[in-house]
């Protein structure tokens, strides 16, 4: 498994939100290439990159994106926040990320999904941004009345990059993660798994390797020092 930074950008700088609120920003770094640096210097090697205002509608950072895609060659990076239409798919892949992230349009709308699949085969991960059990969309501020489980079994046959699983109610807390969930999904999906929400200490990323998941996307407690970051790279960048 790898443990993967996570750079949420907001009005141009890198944040950290306590439960994906607005208002409870904690963590801000002026110039996301400042962490993307960080993280480099100690072997990480994977990122994941989300557009916290294009999701929510409230701009974009595509700007910003770009400095980190070009940085260094041979990284990998994830890169979602309201990706809704082909084009846009298009325009993240063409400028440099390893994976594109869908997640709102992909939940609403699963014969766009299963075009942008095959038209990009392997190279589409699916958000299932899930609250108790479940799938939330629109940045965390709508209900799909979906059960992860019924979301599951749709994607299962389309041929994606992997499921990016988050679970929102242990977002930013720094509580621990949601390992039952992650269980459950990873069981369910012959897709990669990559976990977030709550990692907190190294025990949760071997329970989650442990688990069967791909990668982990770890935010806060990276950010806050409260996980020892030169240690999560050694053991898992």
């Given at each position: 498994m790898i443990a993967i930074p996570a750079i949420d950008l907001r009005e141009g700088a890198c944040v950290q939100l306590v439960g994906g609120s607005y208002d409870a920003e904690r963590v801000?770094?002026?110039?996301?290439?400042?962490?993307?640096?960080?993280?480099?210097?100690?072997?990480?090697?994977?990122?994941?990159?989300?557009?916290?205002?294009?999701?929510?509608?409230?701009?974009?950072?595509?700007?910003?994106?770009?400095?980190?895609?070009?940085?260094?060659?041979?990284?990998?990076?994830?890169?979602?926040?309201?990706?809704?239409d082909t084009a846009r798919v298009e325009a993240v892949l063409a400028s440099g990320a390893s994976f594109v992230v869908v997640g709102t349009r992909a939940i609403e709308d699963t014969a766009w999904l299963s075009d942008v699949a095959l038209r990009f085969p392997g190279k589409v991960v699916v958000a299932a941004d899930v609250k108790g059990r479940e799938v939330v969309t629109r940045g965390w501020t709508a209900g799909s009345a979906r059960d992860v489980s019924d979301v599951l079994?749709?994607?299962?046959?389309?041929?994606?990059?992997?499921?990016?699983?988050?679970?929102?109610h242990k977002e930013g807390q720094m509580g621990g993660v949601d390992l039952p969930l992650m269980q459950e999904v990873v069981r369910s999906s012959r897709h990669r798994i990559y976990a977030s929400g709550g990692v907190t200490t190294l025990e949760d990323l071997r329970a989650l390797a442990e688990a069967g998941a791909h990668g982990a996307v770890i935010g806060m407690a990276l950010y806050t020092g409260k996980l020892d970051a030169a240690s999560v790279a050694r053991e898992f960048a």
């Open positions: 801000r770094v002026n110039d996301p290439l400042d962490a993307l640096k960080k993280w480099r210097g100690l072997g990480f090697k994977t990122f994941h990159v989300v557009d916290l205002d294009a999701a929510l509608g409230k701009g974009s950072n595509l700007e910003v994106i770009s400095r980190l895609l070009t940085y260094e060659p041979g990284l990998t990076f994830t890169v979602g926040g309201g990706v809704r079994s749709v994607l299962e046959p389309l041929p994606l990059g992997g499921l990016l699983v988050t679970a929102v």
